[in-house]
């Protein structure tokens, strides 16, 4: 029983057997990018990841009226609808970018564990990602329509065009891993 939970929290482990010497050997399968170019893939996930990434934390340090914790017009404003779908875009970009690094601090060809909690992952955790965006982006115009600009019309611009990159890219990373192919091995091959 205890053994069967370690697999379910750790489920790489079941790839991973002892042999008679004590050491540990992996024996599950590999997958291979078709037709190579390993490097050329890292390069345009990292293309579309950091700039996703690098668009949500810009958007986090804005001086943005719809983040911003404070008194305005002699109300205080807490625009939960724009902070809660914020952090949550915020996560789970940090999640495609977790999966991304993932991909580059590995052996060539994956190992079936990797393969499965990154590419086959990616596009979930991209959608996600996406549809958060979208959400802070719905939430900004909420906020403006409620409460306005505050006087800060460039940055306001430059916050929806910020999580209109975050929403974007990461759906373009989804199609370009949806469309590699990767071959299944059983041993590894280089």
């Known amino acids: 029983m205890a053994k069967e939970r370690r697999f379910e929290k ?3 482990l079941r790839y991973i057997r002892q042999t008679a010497d ?5 024996t599950g399968g590999y997958y291979a990018l078709a037709g190579g170019g390993y490097g050329a893939l890292l390069r345009r996930v990292f293309a579309l990841v950091l700039p996703a990434a690098a668009c949500e934390i810009a958007f986090g340090v804005l001086p943005n009226p719809a983040m911003t914790f404070g008194v305005v017009e002699t109300s205080t404003i807490t625009s939960v609808y724009v ?3 914020y952090l949550l875009a915020f996560a ?12 580059f601090t590995n052996e060539k060809p994956l190992r079936e ?3 499965k909690v990154t590419i086959q992952q990616l596009p979930v955790r991209c959608i996600l990602a996406s549809v958060s965006a979208g959400a802070v982006i719905a939430g900004e115009t909420v906020f ?3 409460h306005g600009a505050g006087g800060q019309t460039g940055w306001v611009i430059a916050a929806y065009g910020l999580q209109a990159c975050a ?3 990461p759906l373009f990373l989804r199609a370009y891993i949806k469309n590699t192919e990767w071959n299944f091995s059983a041993e590894k091959k280089q």
């Not at 004590?22 to 992996?26: A, N, R």
């Open 10 to 12: 750790r489920g790489y």
């Open 22 to 26: 004590g050491s540990y050997v992996y």
């Open 83 to 85: 902070v809660i779908p």
């Open 92 to 103: 789970l970009t940090g999640s495609v970018t977790w999966a991304a690094l993932r991909l």
């Open 113 to 115: 564990y990797i393969y």
């Open 144 to 146: 403006l329509i409620l």
């Open 167 to 169: 929403l974007a890219l």
